[in-house]
């Protein structure tokens, strides 16, 4: 596939799976996910998803529970992006530059001053 082709289709799948995951999967109070990057293999047979946790002591959890709802994903993926083939996906968790730390601290303290 051309590299133009495959960029735009990376962006497509990086948004549509965002707002899918926003309306159809419910996480518990408190934790976030966000889709961070995708990687799509140039025979577009799997696309790997970079999950951003917060917090990220539930990264696991939030692994475990988009793995086990990929299927559906991957079909709801396939109703909105009209392309012969959309790649498998498998998510993973995201390891880049981790912001997470500072960003969980600043809600922690928001939620500390809420109480007072």
């Known amino acids: 596939m051309e590299e133009k ?17 926003s309306q159809e999967i419910d996480f518990p109070k408190g934790i976030l996910a966000t889709v ?13 998803i970079f999950i951003s946790t917060i917090p990220e002591k539930e ?27 959309i790649p498998r996906i498998k998510f993973l968790p995201y390891t880049g530059p981790n912001n997470q730390e500072k960003i969980e601290q600043i809600l922690e303290d928001i939620k500390q001053n809420e109480q007072k």
Do not use: C
């Open 59 to 85: 990264s696991e959890f939030v692994m475990d529970v988009l793995n086990s709802h990929a299927h559906f994903l991957h079909q709801a993926l396939n109703e909105k992006i009209r392309i012969r083939r």
């Open 5 to 21: 082709r495959l960029e735009k289709l990376t962006e497509v799948l990086k948004e549509e799976l965002a707002f899918v995951i």
């Open 36 to 48: 961070m990057g995708v990687k799509i293999y140039s025979d577009l047979s799997w696309a790997e």
